[in-house]
């Protein structure tokens, strides 16, 4: 069975939804950023090709049912203002993994985590799943951070795990149970 499809969450300020083409833009502007990509696996976007081929893996992940990305859009503007990828669904298990990127403008402001409240709610309650896990470069401390205030379980450092653009780095696995979230 598939990754069953969000087709739009809310909190506070922000809706969530499926990427589109229409998003593509905004995205530039976010994933064009060097300081926004430098823990991200891939290079700034370049132009609206490379968004165009990013999207492209985006909605095959989607049509395999193994993973969707949601755009992070700001009710006050309907600007998009970043990402949440939820991948590699593994439905026996009842887990899927989540990555996030947020536009270097709205740093700081608590959006990431109310997406990330949003999304782990709904995957927890609606989708009755069983884990979230994320990854994180353990040089990345605003991420590490927000993990942590939303109730993952730093679960250990698994060294030099991955390699992006041409250097190995660590990553600090998290966790974060169904029933972890429902006792926060």
Known sequence: MPLEPIVELQSQRLKLRPVAERDLQDLLEINGDPEVTRFLPYP??????????????????AAAGTGQQLVLVRKADSKVVGTLLLFRFDEPSGRVEMGFVLGRPWWRQGLMAEAVEAVCAHVFSAMSLRRVEAEVNPANAASNRLLKRAGFTHEGTLRKRWVAKGEAYDTHFYGCLAEDWAAR
């Open 44 to 61: 700034a976007w370049q132009s609206l090709d490379d968004g165009a081929g990013w999207l492209g893996r985006m909605e095959a992940l």
